[in-house]
């Protein structure tokens, strides 16, 4: 006969101290945890608020793919932010909009009205986003001016530009028209029978610049020169890194993404807008607030990809969740008070589970892509 063991006393109490061990010792410890966890309690609190009717349409998984198309511009701004607030000393760029805009604003001018073929177009797009970043960088860098006067001064100069040159109109025509079909939703290959569709701007956007921004940071001397810099500066230089070059060229990649943004909003909203990137709260200060909240440390040095991805892919749904429950004006007021909230608290979180954690021994500190011990 088989002895049957019940838990005792001590095991019950020992169960949730595992629970609470693993949330304070690592689980929400992990940035991408976190994001995952509260995507979860997001979706299974619109899933119940829909059952009950108290939205205003239907929320399933159509609605959240369609959400997608907002998720392209700002999951790429706000990895354009990763590589400038890494950078460290008050790395930020408040800019990033206006790039928006003004590159938006050639990419339309150079295909629409001088003619020339699409990926001719999209390239010095991307590279006129470099070089508006490079002016960024220069200044910040070599001549030393603070990144937040910087960006904010080059915020008004190039939102400027973009309305004196497009004489404050949308640029639009047949070949901008087709353009629309970049941002499209698409059904996926194979088996995309059973699932929603799914803006191309997804795969033709997003992921490449996602794939190539994880193996720069992971994979390259300049990814890791990048999170020492931001790290400990002076450390860094006497490393024998060049600090300026590198600070200067986390602002120039910043410039392209941003420049690849303006060529998909005008695909987005099948024109060149002047204001795409700076209407309302424009799309500036959103980037950033998803960059913090996916984890990168505004004094620099501390970053990653999964973390940015998932932060943003949190606030966009959150957003289209809200619109559903409280539509209209008031619906938009609460996306801003609700994206206060949820930084305040993951923030929270975080800084306990830190503080946690840092009760025993602390370790020594490794740049990310080097082996602990690594001369």
Do not use: C, H
Not at 258 to 267: D, E, I, K, N, R
């Amino acid at each position: 006969m088989t002895a049957v063991t019940t838990p005792t006393t001590a095991d019950q109490r020992r169960e949730p101290s595992r629970f609470r061990d693993w949330i304070t010792g690592g689980a929400l410890k992990d940035r991408a945890v976190l994001l995952l966890a509260l995507i979860v309690v997001l979706l299974v609190a619109m899933a119940i608020l829909d059952g009950v009717g108290l939205t205003s349409g239907r929320f399933n998984s159509d609605y959240l793919a369609s959400t997608l198309i907002a998720y392209v511009p700002l999951a790429l701004l706000a990895l354009a932010e990763l590589f400038v607030i890494t950078s460290g000393r008050g790395g930020i760029d408040l800019s990033v909009g206006s790039m928006v805009s003004l590159t938006g604003i050639v990419f339309a001018m150079l295909y629409q009205q001088v003619g020339l073929p699409l990926a001719v177009a999209v390239l010095l797009a991307v590279a006129f986003g470099a070089l508006l970043g490079a002016v960024n960088g220069f200044l910040t860098a070599y001549l030393g001016y603070p990144a937040l006067i910087t960006t904010l001064a080059t915020f008004y100069a190039y939102r400027s530009i973009a309305l004196v040159v497009s004489e404050q109109r949308p640029i639009s025509g047949p070949e901008i028209s087709e353009f629309y079909s970049a941002a499209k939703a698409i059904e996926l290959p194979v088996i995309g029978g059973g699932l929603p569709l799914v803006p191309l701007g997804v795969f033709t956007f997003l992921l490449p610049v996602a794939i190539v921004a994880w193996f720069v940071l992971n994979r390259t001397t300049y990814g890791r020169k990048l999170y020492a810099i931001g790290t400990n500066d002076t450390a860094a230089q006497w490393a024998g890194i060049d600090t300026r070059r590198t600070r200067m060229m986390a602002y120039v990649t910043a410039g392209a993404i941003a420049g690849l943004v303006g060529v998909y909003t005008v695909a987005q909203f099948a024109s060149a807008r002047p204001d795409a990137g700076t209407s309302g709260s424009g799309m500036a200060l959103p980037a950033i607030t998803i960059a913090v909240l996916g984890g990168v440390a505004i004094t620099g040095g501390i970053g990653r990809l999964s973390g940015i991805l998932l932060a943003a892919l949190l606030i966009v749904w959150l957003n289209a969740s809200i619109l559903l429950v409280v539509p209209g004006n008031e619906g938009a007021q609460a996306q801003l008070l609700a994206l206060g909230v949820v930084l305040l608290g993951a923030s929270l979180l975080s800084n306990a589970t830190i503080r946690r954690r840092q009760g025993g021994l602390a370790k020594p500190l490794s740049v990310p892509g080097t082996a602990p011990g690594a001369k």
